[in-house]
């Protein structure tokens, strides 16, 4: 890929524009993973609106006894399928992968969690997100009373439902204003 | 309705127990509307994420020269009636009525956008909408220009694929969760 | 609303032209409601057909003991929301409001029947008259014998199935034709 | 075949407690066709509200200069096959081979309208039909416009929603009673 | 239908050109049917690869003892009722009537299967198939063990899938290209 | 992946028990990819089918000067993403990485066509698979000429349409059968 490969329709914030906090995050990226996921920076064109974005995602991806890391990335890709999002599935493919720390387990997720090999408590947790996504009209109490029934605890059980809300917000807001995934991702935790 | 209405699948925080800057919102709104919207009843047990979650929401939603109030509510409701939204349409179709200043239209605009007297920037802001709700892997670019040509400038033109996104989120989250509409909300704006 | 609002891409009899039953009926209308429902000012200018459509419809909505104007109204607007037509949703979305006396109960039947508070009765009718509008082939005598366990004798029974059809009819001739609800319905029952 | 097939998932009248009006008719069209149409056989028991469909239906059904009775049958079959409506796939599908007067063509009418043969204007009117059934809310005055520069007048063009209509109707009451067609037809007009 | 009806959007194979081993085939198909499958004429331009196919296909189509050849023609008339090719509705519609040397009875099948008086062991058969050709990818193991149950062997369950395959590659094929079904299927095994 | 994963829900033949040639085939492939393709590994117990329907398919996948192997894999790829097949998707994701010798290329064509840096003529080669797969009866002479015009020759244009279509057959083989695809696929060509 080259470098100067676009990676939105919209205009990109130069870095020297961005806030310091926003400038001090972006380096820290760099320095961690070598780039800088490129939701971040075709969004901070859009100033504190990208942080506010930011931090209600950040804390909602924030892991619980009930709820870890792994699950809540495994919500991310099962929607971003559905949705067809380039972006999250090259991005929280990568995400899954890692966390599973198995890469082909990781993979199967992102394509068809049914057949991943997942038990029964996570595949109810993904089968709901994807009602969430599909039909959410259609969804009732039955359904989170279905989650506890697995051991899921109210608190997580919402979350399951905000992430998956969530990635219908960022799937959408990434495939319309054109966001490529950093090329990285590709070969990371292969 | 009797006041006692569950507007939840899930645990109502307290107001004893909430944050003093919500609990204080919290006030203002029931001075204001006399009344609390259930959305925020049923999501101030989540804490601080809440708050983060209307921070971005409040910062989405404020109007500029070239997508106003009206606008953003307008994509709300186009967007809610494709995922069949209950709280969102009631609640968001009041605030289109009122911000219209016309319930007729305002109505209409909710139950179908096509057929409510719009003119063609503003049909052709709703269909895109649309297209980022229903479709949106299939968005491209051309869809910007499209929406460039009837005078949107790209700052707005992101904002109503985020406000459609936004939607996308809390139509998923209300829906997953139970939340029902202040009785309120109906005979307002009529 | 201007009083010169087009009602039909079709044209529009004048009252001179019809029939005298006709510009009675319109009459009666006038005097009791204030106003002649679009469907009929824009149906009129077919002449007999007009009657004859009119005649089955009013035959169709008469309540029985088993299925009372309400049911039958709930039905109508269940099938108008699948069907998206603004005409059925807003000039049978009052006659719910006002038939149930409740105009917040009305308009939740109308926009989400099954956040609505209905009992398990209510609800298997307007499944299955849902399941009439967008599968009527997978419909089965299955179906009828579920209904039978709620409580609804045959000839109710076909009512139901009926009924649904009828607005698969109305929903289609009055959105295939431009037809717009009287701006008076936003306001009543409210 | 045997004789004693079910023709309905509800009851039937007995041709003795028909009223002499429908006794006549039957006993007309048992004459004229060697077998009364299930369609009426299975709605008899519904008294005066079958006559009334009836009156619209033919009515409708009714030959113009500018729509034929092939014609209307064509739209009849097109929507029919939206649908997989069993029973006006088999009746009306005789028509059309009657009809046209060509039993190949009309089954290709009936299967696939698209490559039956057909010349620009029928197929724009089936393509209009097919529009009026499956998304109605999307129909615009530009359909209509389109159909007039096909050549059709304003009262054909509102006969084919009409008729459209019409079958959205027969097909979910045939399809959710259970009614089957004759087995006469299969063999007829071939 | 004039003789010199156009088959194919493609080119066609002359006679004179084909490979000896099909015009003897062709040969053959006119001395039994009277004419030659419109599929075969179509599809020989391609030379050997259409042999290949033809191989595959007529070992699939093989009966055994616990899945005849009227069962794989009522797969392949389901399939195709789901796809809408004409070409396979009316080659196979015949096959099933033939078959089942029920005219009646076939056409049923080809149209409704669940309005065809069929067993529940064929009506699984066919349930399986459709959701073969409608959601692949949410097959289990459990619609396996759901057929063993009715009787179904493994090496015919395997047959149902690949027969329901075979017919989502060739109900595709032929309608891409074009392929007309020979007017003489139309009124065989009436 | 442990040694013993299971890769198909019917029997798997014994190697002892396969026809000569299919042995030396598994043992060609073993020498050359380290492994046999699970779909022959899964396909081989039905014997001389398993046989034929290679033949065919490997006749079909032959390049030709205007359709490549890379472009019969991106086809394959594009339509296995509609049908959700995660064998092909794995299996033919590795093979479109390693044919456009561009891992991020592929795994973009894989998940997404339209957002993967391809040319006029491979979006409209690609799109027409798309449509063979979920719209056949939809395919008219006038796609056929829409891709003469982006420089396909007949002969290449049937074979787009006949991968697609055998695509349509291998992955509801394969998501019907359980096959599971090699896990060496996923780290291959990266």
Request: hydrophobic share 45%; net charge negative.
């Amino acid at each position: 890929m080259p470098e100067a490969e676009r990676i939105s329709w919209f205009p990109i914030a130069s870095r020297d524009d961005l806030a310091p906090e926003t400038r001090a995050l972006f380096e820290q990226l760099d320095a961690k993973l070598g780039f800088v996921p490129n939701v971040f920076v075709a969004f901070a064109w859009k100033g504190p609106r990208f942080d506010k974005w930011r931090a209600h995602f950040e804390d909602l991806m924030q892991p619980t006894p009930g709820l870890g890391k792994a699950e809540r990335e495994m919500i991310s890709v099962a929607v971003s399928m559905r949705n067809g999002c380039l972006y999250c599935l090259v991005a929280h493919g990568f995400a899954v992968r890692a966390l599973l720390k198995d890469p082909v387990k990781g993979d199967r997720v992102t394509f068809d969690y049914h057949r991943a090999g997942l038990g029964a408590k996570h595949i109810a947790m993904l089968d709901y997100a994807v009602k969430v996504t599909e039909g959410p009209a259609s969804c009732s109490e039955a359904d989170i009373e279905a989650l506890r029934a697995h051991g899921f605890v109210d608190s997580d059980i919402w979350d399951i439902a905000e992430v998956a809300a969530m990635f219908n917000f960022t799937n959408r807001l990434a495939s319309a204003t054109g966001m490529m995934p950093n090329p990285e991702y590709h070969a990371m935790a292969r």
